[in-house]
Nanobody, 125 residues
Framework: QVQLVESGGGLVQAGGSLRLSCATSGRTFRRHAMGWFRQAPGKEREFVAS???????YYADSVKGRFTISRDDAKNTVYLQMNSLKRGDTTVYYC???????????????????WGQGTQVTVSS
């Protein structure tokens, strides 16, 4: 059974930092793109960042320069370092894994076949 388990969410003050982790199991994602998305209540799930199999990152404009995505394939884990957090970053963050080997990463939700359950990030003023 393939599992993606997010952790690292929580409550932080505006301007602070959090690091989200996504631990994968059940299959390897070493040759696959991984992504982070977020979804606020009543809104569509939106792209945050992605990283392809060769570790090339791609970011949404709203987080560029503040967030950093990385991967440690030896640990089967993908990270999202979030700095300079804003209240608008408050929402649930989801990890996603592509089912396609050696493909570039994508901001499209339908590019990803596997999803975690999400972790809540709350940024207070």
């Amino acid at each position: 059974q393939v599992q993606l388990v997010e952790s690292g969410g929580g409550l932080v003050q505006a301007g602070g930092s959090l690091r989200l982790s996504c631990a994968t199991s059940g299959r390897t994602f070493r040759r696959h793109a991984m992504g982070w998305f977020r979804q606020a209540p009543g809104k569509e799930r939106e792209f945050v960042a992605s990283i392809d199999w060769s570790a090339i990152p791609y970011y949404a404009d709203s987080v560029k320069g503040r967030f950093t995505i990385s991967r440690d394939d030896a640990k089967n884990t993908v990270y999202l370092q979030m700095n300079s957090l804003k209240r608008g970053d408050t929402t649930v963050y989801y990890c996603a894994g592509s089912g396609l080997e050696y493909h570039a990463s994508s901001s499209r939700r339908d590019h990803y076949a596997y999803w975690g359950q999400g972790t809540q990030v709350t940024v207070s003023s």
